[in-house]
């Protein structure tokens, strides 16, 4: 496995406790549909909410929530609307972002909720 994998899996599962420190339910971590992933499918309150999660091990190229495209948000989209079909989900939902510097001491850059509207894609 790559370093890069390595670091992604370290900055989701820091993402991940993040998440359940703020008082939201992780449902699933690396949903899969027809090759479209959703990171974290987590629940806060009553709104499902699709993570994308973003993790850096330096930020001397870019900063991780730029690293989240046009692309990269439809196919969220995409399999965040597969995911509430499949099981059947009538919640609102939203999508957010976590970025994560993955250096000792690993912290959250930055949560943004909300960070993308689906409509605003077509």
Same mark, same amino acid.
């Given at each position: /496995?790559?370093q890069?994998?390595e670091?992604? $899996? *370290?900055?989701?599962?820091f993402?991940?406790?993040f998440?359940?420190? $703020?008082g939201?339910?992780i @449902?699933? *971590?690396n949903?899969?549909y027809n090759?479209k992933?959703i990171?974290? *499918? %987590? &629940?806060?309150k &009553?709104t /499902? *909410?699709f993570?994308e999660v973003?993790t850096r091990?330096?930020? %001397?190229f870019e900063?991780? &929530?730029e690293?989240?495209?046009s692309?990269k /948000? $439809?196919n969220l989209?995409?399999? %965040?609307d597969?995911?509430? =079909?499949?099981k059947?989900?009538?919640?609102n939902?939203?999508f957010?972002?976590v ?9 959250? @850059?930055e949560?943004i909720?909300? %960070?993308? $509207?689906? =409509?605003e @894609?077509?």
């Amino acid at each position: /496995m790559g370093q890069h994998n390595e670091t992604g $899996k *370290v900055g989701e599962e820091f993402a991940r406790e993040f998440l359940i420190k $703020k008082g939201y339910r992780i @449902l699933d *971590v690396n949903w899969r549909y027809n090759f479209k992933e959703i990171d974290i *499918v %987590a &629940q806060d309150k &009553q709104t /499902m *909410v699709f993570v994308e999660v973003k993790t850096r091990a330096t930020l %001397a190229f870019e900063l991780p &929530q730029e690293a989240v495209t046009s692309k990269k /948000m $439809k196919n969220l989209v995409y399999a %965040a609307d597969a995911y509430l =079909n499949q099981k059947n989900i009538e919640l609102n939902s939203r999508f957010d972002v976590v970025t994560v510097l993955a250096q000792e001491p690993y912290k959250i @850059l930055e949560h943004i909720e909300d %960070a993308f $509207k689906a =409509n605003e @894609l077509l």
